[in-house]
C-alpha cells in the first residue's frame, strides 16, 4: 500500500515502480495518449511521468474526450488518489475531467469525476484528489480523460505536466 498522506505529493506508485526498476519506468508502465499535441513528441505522454522534469508538458491535441493512459502491465492497483500538477507551458488548463480504471482497455469505469474545477488557475500547480468512488477491483489501465473545454473555455487541449496515483499495489 502507498497512501497519499499529505505530504507525500508525486511519492506514490509510479515513484515506486521507478525506483524498484532503476529508473527503467518504460519496463514496467506504458503511457498513451488519444492523440499529441501537433505530433510533436516533446509532448509525448511520457513526460507526465517524469516528476522532476518541470520543464515538459504532455499535450495531447485539441479533440473532445482526450486522455492520457497509464497502462500498469503486470501490475494491478486499486487507487485511493491521484496527483495532477497543470502542465508549464500553455494556458489550457484541466478543468472537467474524469479518472476511469479498466482491465481490458475496452469497458471502462469512472471512479473520480471534476466538473468546472478552476483549481488549476495557473501554471505548475499540483493539488491531490481523493477518488470519489471507493471499490474493491484491481486495475490494470488507468486514464484521465478530458470532458469539457480547457480553461480557455473553446478548446479540448488536455495538458499536464504530471500525474501520480497512490492506493494498493499488487
Known amino acids: 500500500t502507498i497512501p497519499f498522506n499529505g505530504n507525500n505529493e508525486f511519492s506514490g506508485i509510479i515513484s515506486y515502480l521507478r525506483e524498484k526498476s532503476n529508473q527503467n519506468i518504460e519496463n514496467v ?6 492523440s499529441i499535441y501537433e505530433n ?4 509525448n505522454p511520457f513526460k507526465a511521468v517524469l516528476f522532476e522534469e518541470t520543464a ?4 495531447s491535441g485539441d479533440y473532445e474526450n482526450s486522455w492520457i493512459c497509464i497502462d500498469f ?3 494491478r492497483i486499486k487507487p485511493t488518489h491521484y496527483t495532477v500538477r497543470s502542465g508549464k507551458n500553455y494556458s489550457n488548463r484541466p478543468r472537467s475531467w474524469v479518472i476511469e480504471c479498466s482491465n481490458d482497455n475496452n469497458r471502462w469505469e469512472i471512479l473520480d469525476e471534476e ?11 499540483s493539488h491531490t484528489f481523493q477518488i470519489n468512488k471507493q471499490d474493491t477491483n484491481e486495475y490494470r ?6 470532458t469539457g473545454y480547457d480553461s480557455n473555455g473553446s478548446s479540448y487541449f488536455l495538458f499536464i505536466n504530471s500525474i501520480e496515483f497512490y492506493g494498493e499495489l499488487n
Open 29 to 34: 508502465i506504458n503511457v498513451t495518449s488519444s
Open 40 to 43: 510533436n513528441q516533446n509532448f
Open 56 to 59: 515538459k508538458d504532455f499535450g
Open 73 to 75: 502491465k503486470e501490475h
Open 115 to 125: 466538473n468546472n474545477n478552476t483549481i488549476f488557475n495557473d501554471f505548475l500547480i
Open 141 to 146: 489501465y488507468i486514464r484521465m480523460r478530458n
